[in-house]
């Protein structure tokens, strides 16, 4: 009796652990490839967290970048755009359809067969920028676009939103 207690205890635990591992977190996880100081870092963190569920940020290096693809993280990339051509192919990222643009995309697809253009990542200017309330000045152009396994592309579509704007 006692070692059958203890076994199911045992299977409970395990089952309960990896469900935990496995789940992913509620809003999306943003990744930003940056060489801006540190503090300026933080705060841009912490306004992405407060409607994302998780933001990370590492130095622009496109090993890096590979990497994050690969291992199949993130919701959404910001990244410099110099860094994005390293990676740039519209077969690994979502159409950017939900997102009303005031400017036209220089990241576009023609569809061979319609001669549709499709919109597969964004052009984020330098200059002044404003995120969930907080203000911060971009020194170079950026990239932002959703790789193809996101599964929460409304709120990356959102946070990408905030970050076009002209201010």
Do not use: W
């Given at each position: ?62 090993e890096k970048l590979l990497t ?22 519209p077969e690994n990222f979502q ?73």
């Amino acid at each position: 009796m006692k070692r059958s207690l203890c076994a199911a205890v045992c299977v409970i635990v395990s089952l309960l652990f990896l469900a935990s591992c496995s789940s992913r977190p509620d809003g999306i996880h943003v990744i930003l490839f940056s060489d801006m100081q540190a503090g300026v870092q933080d705060n841009i963190k912490e306004a992405a967290e407060k409607k994302a569920g998780r933001a990370e940020i590492f130095p622009a290096l496109p090993e890096k970048l590979l990497t994050e693809i690969t291992a199949r993280e993130g919701d959404v990339f910001i990244v410099p755009e110099d860094l994005f051509a390293a990676y740039d192919d519209p077969e690994n990222f979502q159409p950017l359809d939900g997102l009303s643009l005031k400017h036209s995309s220089p990241y576009t697809a023609v569809n061979q067969k319609t001669g549709e253009k499709t919109v597969y990542a964004v052009l984020i200017e330098k200059g002044e920028k404003q995120l969930n309330g907080y203000s911060f000045r971009l020194n170079r152009n950026m990239a932002a676009f959703i790789p193809v396994y996101s599964e929460k592309t409304e709120e990356a579509l959102q946070l990408i939103s905030q970050l076009t704007e002209v201010r």
